[in-house]
């Protein structure tokens, strides 16, 4: 899951701007947008229909793919991504696939929430960002999520060897930065794509207040 190809003009690398983003789905280069949604998230919405039903944000969505699954669960579901190019066509999958929702051109890490939600779905955001900036992700997930609402993360357990994303992360990270706010109720290796079978962890976390 790399985010430069060779054929793509190079830019300097800003993941915190929006018009990194956006270049990099003007060009088509977007080879972490594997088509469709996380086997992770599908498998764990089948697995437990029992879930209380509500509003979910899915910040980072891409043009997306994992909003369906939780539409299709009967989740009020709202996207978020500050690059235009994923937003409509986002908001186009929905309307295909004849989904209900909306999809917001907001920066999750820096807009005040628009409303509040009862589940924060984490799918390749995490490792979009620098790890220098993820307590700026740690407060936006606090700030959106409503208190003892449900955060669940699908984090990528690779180094942080490069310059560029994905940034990886380890689980002792991700442990400790949620631990004091989060109670951790159950976390797991998920199925994955190909590419990433064991690389993967599945966190399945309840904001304490």
């Keep these: 899951m790399k985010f430069m190809s ?33 086997p992770g998230l599908v498998d764990f919405l089948q697995t437990h229909p029992e879930l209380p039903k509500g509003r979910v944000l899915v910040p980072g969505c891409g043009t997306g793919h994992d909003l369906l699954p939780w539409a299709r669960a009967g989740f009020d579901v ?4 500050f690059a235009p190019s994923a937003v409509a066509r ?17 920066n999750f890490l820096r ?24 307590s700026l992700y740690f407060q936006a997930v606090l700030r959106w999520l409503k208190p003892h609402g449900y955060f669940l993360a699908i984090h990528y357990l690779i180094p942080n060897d490069g310059p560029e994303p994905p940034y990886g992360t380890t689980v002792e990270e ?34 304490r207040n």
Excluded at 12 to 17: A, V
Excluded at 92 to 104: E, P, Y
Excluded at 176 to 204: D, T, V
Aim: charged share 25%; proline share 8%; glycine share 6%.
């Design 6 to 38: 060779a054929s793509a003009p190079l830019l300097p690398i800003h993941p915190e701007r929006s018009e990194y983003w956006e270049h990099r789905y003007q060009v088509g280069d977007t080879r972490w947008d594997k088509g469709e949604p996380a």
């Design 78 to 81: 709202t996207g978020l991504d």
């Design 90 to 106: 986002a908001q186009q999958r929905l309307q295909q696939a004849g989904c209900s929702g909306q999809v917001l051109c907001l």
């Design 111 to 134: 807009a005040n929430p628009v409303q509040l939600f009862d589940w924060v779905f984490e799918h390749t955001l995490y490792c979009a960002i620098r790890p220098d900036d993820r």
């Design 174 to 207: 991700v442990l400790s930065r949620f631990q004091p706010h989060f109670e951790l109720i159950q976390h797991w290796i998920p199925r994955s794509y190909p590419n990433r079978a064991g690389l993967e962890r599945m966190f399945w976390w309840r904001r």
